[in-house]
């Protein structure tokens, strides 16, 4: 079974600039996550799908962050614009159900602003 | 409010020697407990996890952890460190009733000298 895949794995950007982040979870996961992971921290839950619905993003700065997860499948994150804070690794995770705690992540994006 | 709190930020341990790494949470019911490790350049893979029952679980790679309900900890221990298990490990809190959100402590770098 194929895990959680991630693109791309790095990403180098100068402020301001936008950028995209793409997650394909696993087949059959209903549940999406974005979590955030900076420098010497553990993650931080961004936002949460059920199927195709946002139904936690109480942590997503809506005024530069967007996402969204086209036919309850993929799912992309997106910055606009990007500031110099925003340099951390974005890590996308999915589950079959809401319930079932300790999900698969991918291996991340990198993100790094300049 | 639910946190994770792991004191020691690096840890170096010689090969073959016995590991414990801290993990106290604080959370107003009986938590869902996890342990993740990630290596360099890559996602969060789940060592293991507790949700109610025995209280010393099992996990791969040959981890162990102990839920202590009146120390609020969950301790990760290894009788044997290998190279191999220098890696970053995190401490994760399940939030029950926000679907699957997991709130991570801020990690223990494990180095594993010869």
């Known amino acids: 079974e194929a895990g959680v895949v991630q693109s791309p794995r790095y990403k180098i950007i100068e402020k301001k600039q936008p950028v995209a982040f793409w997650c394909n979870p696993i087949s059959g996961h209903n549940t999406l996550y974005w979590y955030r992971q900076n420098l010497g921290q553990g993650p931080e839950l961004l936002i949460r799908?059920?199927?195709?619905?946002?139904?936690?993003d109480s942590q997503l700065p809506k005024d530069r962050f967007s996402a969204e997860r086209l036919k309850g499948v993929d799912s992309t994150l997106k910055i606009q614009p990007a500031e110099l804070g925003d340099s951390a690794v974005y890590l996308c995770?999915?589950?079959?159900?809401?319930?079932?705690?300790?999900?698969?992540f991918g291996s991340g994006t990198r993100l790094t602003v300049v | 409010a639910q946190s994770v709190t792991q004191p020691d930020i690096h840890i170096t341990v010689s090969e073959g020697a016995s590991l414990e790494l801290r993990c106290n949470y604080s959370y107003g019911a009986t938590p869902y407990l996890f342990w993740y490790v990630q290596s360099p350049g890559q996602g969060l893979q789940l060592l293991l996890k507790y949700f109610s029952g025995d209280t010393l679980v099992q996990g791969i790679k040959g981890f162990e952890a102990e839920f202590k309900r009146s120390q609020s900890s969950f301790n990760l221990r290894k009788p044997s460190v290998h190279w191999s298990d220098a890696a970053e490990y995190f401490c994760a809190v399940g939030v029950y009733n926000q679907g699957g959100k997991l709130i991570f402590g801020q990690g223990t770098e494990l180095s594993v000298k010869p």
């Open positions: 799908y059920e199927n195709e619905e946002a139904v936690d």
């Open positions: 995770a999915s589950s079959l159900t809401r319930v079932d705690y300790g999900y698969t």
